[in-house]
């Protein structure tokens, strides 16, 4: 069984940070290589943030470039989404992902990862 929850989530003013969690269950992160934040706005597509496997560095889509920090903390079977500078156009629900073994090439369109969290609302007003 797949357990991925999502926290962090909040309201805050262009311009703050927020940092996201995802907590895994033991059996989850064990059988992962790949993990990955993506995001979705009201009326829009989802769409891929920040992606991390053990075989090299983060990727980060366009959205998540320069602002964005993916990281994780193997200890606690946890992923982090560090959010800098945000802005009212990162107002989305925020949802992590598992199962490839990999970041591939078009890990940004979600159909490699079958197992995600219930999501994370951020909410940046101006």
């Known amino acids: 069984q797949v357990h991925l929850v999502e926290s962090g989530g909040g309201s805050v003013q262009a311009g703050g940070s927020l940092r996201l969690s995802c907590a895994a269950s033991?059996?989850?992160?064990?059988?992962?290589?790949?993990m990955a934040w993506f995001r979705q706005a009201p009326g829009k597509e989802r769409e891929g943030v920040a992606c991390?496997?053990?075989?090299?560095?983060?990727d980060y889509a366009d959205s998540g470039k320069r602002r964005f920090t993916i990281s994780k903390d193997n200890a606690n079977n946890t992923l982090y989404l560090q959010l800098i500078s945000l802005k009212p156009e990162d107002t989305a629900m925020y949802y992590c992902?598992?199962?490839?073994?990999?970041?591939?090439?078009?890990?940004?369109?979600?159909?490699?990862?079958?197992?995600w969290g219930p999501g994370t609302q951020v909410t940046v007003s101006s």
């Open positions: 033991p059996y989850t992160y064990s059988s992962t290589s790949s």
């Open positions: 992902a598992a199962d490839p073994p990999f970041c591939s090439r078009t890990w940004y369109d979600g159909a490699d990862f079958g197992d």
């Open positions: 991390i496997d053990d075989d090299g560095g983060p």
